[in-house]
């Protein structure tokens, strides 16, 4: 599946390119790119359109590099190894047992009845607006 996005996502990245080519076929004329869009003043738009289209050609480059030499990162067999467990020094048979041990503590200590609380009254705010004397 993944070489099939990878080709996907190159010829998805040509489209620009292609584009700025385009219309710098269109801009340049069949006369040449010294007679025809350099005299009508067109010099500068397909100087820039050639630079953008350079510009689009950078990420495409990188991509094929990257799909060619084959480097990607080694993909874990499963999120949360056993190797990650031992560089992270935690231990999660440990924290259970002390929560379950802090749990079972607390459950034999006070326990507080719903019919002890008592609600604070409300206390009357003054209002917004006119004064009442």
């Known amino acids: 599946m993944r ?3 990878s080709v996907f996502g190159v010829i ?3 489209l620009p390119v292609f584009y700025c080519g385009g219309l710098v076929y269109y801009f340049s004329g069949f006369r040449g790119a010294t007679e025809g869009s350099l005299a009508e003043g067109l010099g500068p738009t397909v100087l820039g359109l050639s630079a953008i289209g350079l510009l689009f ?4 480059g990188w991509k094929l590099v990257k799909m060619l030499t084959g480097s ?6 499963r ?3 056993e190797d990650e467990e031992a560089a992270s020094g ?4 440990a924290a259970l047992a002390r929560y379950m041990a802090r749990k079972a503590a607390g459950a034999e200590g006070a326990v ?4 002890a609380w ?3 009254p409300v206390v009357s705010r003054p209002s917004f607006g006119r004064k009442t004397r």
């Open 112 to 115: 507080a009845s719903p019919a």
């Open 12 to 14: 998805g990245m040509l």
């Open 72 to 77: 990607r990162a080694p993909v874990p067999d």
């Open 79 to 81: 999120p949360g190894g």
């Open 57 to 60: 050609c950078i990420p495409i």
């Open 118 to 120: 008592t609600p604070e």
């Open 90 to 93: 935690f231990d999660a048979d």
């Open 3 to 5: 070489p099939v996005k």
